[in-house]
T-cell receptor
Framework: GAVVSQHPSRVICKSGTSVKIECRSL??????MFWYRQFPKQSLMLMAT?????????EQGVEKDKFLINHASLTLSTLTVTSAHPEDSSFYIC????????????FGPGTRLLVL | EDQVTQSPEALRLQEGESSSLNCSYT??????LFWYRQDPGKGPEFLFT???AGEEKEKERLKATLTKKESFLHITAPKPEDSATYLC??????????????FGKGTHLIIQP
């Protein structure tokens, strides 16, 4: 149980373009989803928290107009990196909690973004 | 501000050589302390949640313990497949819904055959 998927697993894009990353809970209803970013040899840093049907809450220093988050259903959240730049290159990981998995966040496999 | 410090940064052990990983934390009202395992290029895999000082949890060769200031992940007679980065994270109590986790940088564990 508690399976979370992400798509795509890897994406390369040109500077200035937008990229959308999907996060899905496959076997439970995720009332809350989280988005993290991890730079090489660094810890995971929380970017934002989203509750189904509500606006996302962003951590200090994270630009909400650049990182658009939509949590339209209990099984899907999307992160769109708008006008991506090379400094946005990172490993983006989502996590989810909900249903019978209220107390623990279960993570997806991550998406490697490279902006050229 | 919540802080999580893990030590050592890296640890190399021989197969069968037991050891412990440390996680020191500072948080204003601990809701839970979490241990995850992360393999290269993958998302973290959940191992344990600890809620109060004195609590212990075990899973196969791993045992996690918690005090008011730190947590230990004890690994007994490790095997090469236990090689991974082990992450510690804390979650604080908040007035609203669930908070995100504050992670440490992890301990990179290598078990040599």
């Amino acid at each position: 149980g508690a399976v979370v998927s992400q798509h795509p697993s890897r994406v390369i894009c040109k500077s200035g373009t937008s990229v959308k990353i999907e996060c899905r809970s496959l076997d439970f209803q995720a009332t809350t989803m989280f988005w993290y970013r991890q730079f090489p040899k660094q810890s995971l840093m929380l970017m934002a928290t989203s509750n189904e049907g509500s606006k996302a809450t962003y951590e200090q220093g994270v630009e909400k107009d650049k990182f658009l988050i939509n949590h339209a259903s209990l099984t899907l959240s999307t992160l769109t990196v708008t006008s991506a730049h090379p400094e946005d290159s990172s490993f983006y990981i989502c996590s989810a909690r909900g249903g019978q998995y209220q107390e623990t966040q279960y993570f997806g496999p991550g998406t490697r973004l490279l902006v050229l | 501000e919540d802080q999580v410090t893990q030590s050592p940064e890296a640890l190399r052990l021989q197969e069968g050589e037991s050891s412990s990983l440390n996680c020191s934390y500072t948080v204003s009202g601990l809701r839970g302390l979490f241990w995850y395992r992360q393999d290269p290029g993958k998302g973290p895999e959940f191992l344990f949640t600890l809620y109060s000082a004195g609590e212990e949890k075990e899973k196969e060769r791993l045992k996690a313990t918690l005090t008011k200031k730190e947590s230990f992940l004890h690994i007994t007679a490790p095997k090469p497949e236990d090689s991974a980065t082990y992450l510690c994270a804390v979650q604080r109590w908040s007035g609203g819904g669930a908070d995100g986790l504050t992670f440490g940088k992890g301990t990179h564990l290598i078990i040599q055959p």
